[in-house]
Structure formats: C-alpha cells, structure tokens
C-alpha cells in the first residue's frame, strides 16, 4: 500500500515500494497524523470473478454481500441471476443499471470487512 497527502508523496512512495524500501509509519496510517479513510473505485475497474475468493474465504465478506444483495433486490433488476452470478462475468460491463450496484455491494463489503479487523474511518 501506498499512502500519501499529495501526487509528490504518493510518487515517492511508489519509488520506495519498487525499491523494496517499507516506511514503519506513514502519514494516514493508523498512529501517524491523519485519520484513515476509505476511497472507492467507480465503474471501469471491474472484471470477471473479483471478490469470489474474498465471498469464498470470509464470512464477514459473504453476510455483507448477501445483506447488500437483499437491500438492493427491489430496486435493481438483476435479470434473473444473482450477485455472484453477475460478479462470475454474467454482467454486461457496459449495463450501468447491474454493474453499479454489483460494484457498490462489493465496496460495502469491503469495507464491512475492513471494519471488522479494526481499520475504521472516523464516524
């Protein structure tokens, strides 16, 4: 992970991650001066089967993308295939309507399991 306050510190921390190089405190991180926050993707990053491991292998994960799957259900027409179906590559990349929602449970997800293991933005 990179982290840094501006595009110079975040290019610095990329040099230094290629170098091998690892900060034991850097601004933003837990201890350092910043609270930490969380920053999702929009559409685009997407593709075939991201997050099946993560839905396989953490139960947290799965109960968030199955509450998200439930929120959603009466407001997204999921074309008769569900969340996973659509994360597995059932989705149109281009179908707005399926992939916003899809990439929203699964950022929710994250950070629901983020939370869990104690990394929580300030409320």
């Known amino acids: ?8 510190g975040l290019l610095s921390g990329l ?3 290629i170098a091998g190089i690892t900060p034991v405190t850097a601004p933003g991180s837990p201890g350092g001066a910043a609270d930490p926050v ?6 685009g990053g997407q593709y075939a089967g991201m997050a099946l491991r993560l839905w396989d292998s953490s ?6 993308m199955a509450e998200c799957e439930a929120a959603l259900a009466p407001y997204v027409d999921w074309h ?3 969340l996973r179906d659509l994360l597995g590559g059932a989705a149109d990349a281009d179908d707005a ?8 449970a699964v950022m929710v997800s994250l950070a629901r399991l983020w939370m869990s293991r104690g990394w ?3 409320r």
């Open 38 to 43: 969380f920053v999702f993707p929009g559409q």
């Open 15 to 17: 040099d230094d991650l």
């Open 59 to 64: 139960p947290v994960f799965a109960a968030a």
């Open 120 to 122: 929580c933005p300030p």
């Open 1 to 8: 992970m990179v982290l840094g306050r501006d595009a110079a």
């Open 80 to 82: 008769g295939r569900t």
């Open 97 to 104: 309507e399926q992939v916003q929602p899809m990439l929203f």
